[in-house]
């Protein structure tokens, strides 16, 4: 599993991290030398080949970059898209892509898109929670309105992006649709990124299911994005953790095995009434 921590800066230009990302995506996929620090959790096997990797939320545009949104939408069907379902195909993995600026008619949404090995695209997500509080993407966008849960070599895996973390509601409902694992992609401020810790790690604890949290690093409208993007097990153990300040690939085995065990070692789902 694979944990892509980029560094999105206002200064740099949509093609131009466009074209990075794509470079890097293809050297990890490829088992080239990436000239990335790696970040791995102890006991991965670092010769193996990645066969899930996430990229963090808008880094097309930067997350926190209002009028790059709006500016550089993309389309599901469109060229940028189109060129990472081939990367996926080619290597025969699957990819997150992270989300894009999603243009579709005359709304814009904020979406996740996941491709299978096969290069398809097994299931797209808009993000349901907007943040800005009447402002930022909040005012810019339309809410998502379906729950994700889809499988993937992580087992049935609940899709959720950013501040959608801060809304457990979300995640009981993709446990209820099966999720063993959740993927989140972000664009988590520094100022926060102690809540984000505590969240990625209430996700599994409440739910007994793996959290995968994809961060960035960066300054974007002159806010400073604060990494820490980490894989957290079933048990709500921080078995990997990126720097807050370093772009970077994160390593680590995901065993869906781990989530039956330890939901039969401590059945706390059973006794739910709500």
Not at 27 to 33: E, F, R, S, T, V
Not at 129 to 156: K, Y
Not at 206 to 223: D, F, H, S, Y
Not at 242 to 261: G, M
Request: proline share 4%.
């Amino acid at each position: 599993m694979g944990l892509l921590q980029l560094q999105v800066d206002s200064a740099d230009g949509v093609d131009q991290r466009i074209d990075r990302a794509m470079s890097l995506v293809e050297k990890i996929l490829a088992g080239a030398n990436v000239e990335l620090p790696v970040v791995a959790a102890e006991g991965t096997d670092l010769s193996a080949s990645v066969e899930f990797l996430v990229l963090p939320e808008l880094w097309t545009v930067g997350a926190l970059d209002s009028e790059a949104m709006l500016a550089a939408p993309l389309s599901i069907d469109g060229s940028v898209v189109k060129a990472f379902a081939e990367l996926a195909a080619k290597y025969s993995v699957w990819l997150h892509l992270g989300s894009i600026p999603e243009v579709d008619g005359d709304q814009r949404f904020n979406t996740s898109i996941v491709f299978g090995p096969d290069g398809v695209i097994a299931a797209t997500y808009r993000k349901i929670h907007l943040f800005g509080f009447d402002s930022g993407e909040a005012a810019m966008l339309t809410s998502g309105t379906q729950i994700v849960c889809v499988p993937t070599a992580i087992g049935a895996t609940g899709l959720s992006t950013c501040y959608d973390v801060r809304f457990p509601e979300l995640y009981r409902q993709q446990l209820d649709a099966g999720a063993e694992s959740f993927v989140i992609p972000a664009g988590w401020p520094l100022a926060r990124i102690e809540h984000w810790r505590t969240l990625l790690k209430s996700r599994s604890i409440e739910n007994l299911a793996w959290t995968l949290g994809c961060n960035q690093v960066g300054t974007q409208a002159g806010v400073v994005l604060g990494g820490a993007s980490a894989v957290v097990n079933p048990w709500g153990e921080v078995l990997v953790e990126a720097p807050a300040d370093q772009e970077c690939l994160v390593l680590a085995d995901v065993d869906v095995e781990l989530v039956h065990a330890t939901r039969s070692r401590f059945p706390v789902l059973r006794d739910r009434k709500l």
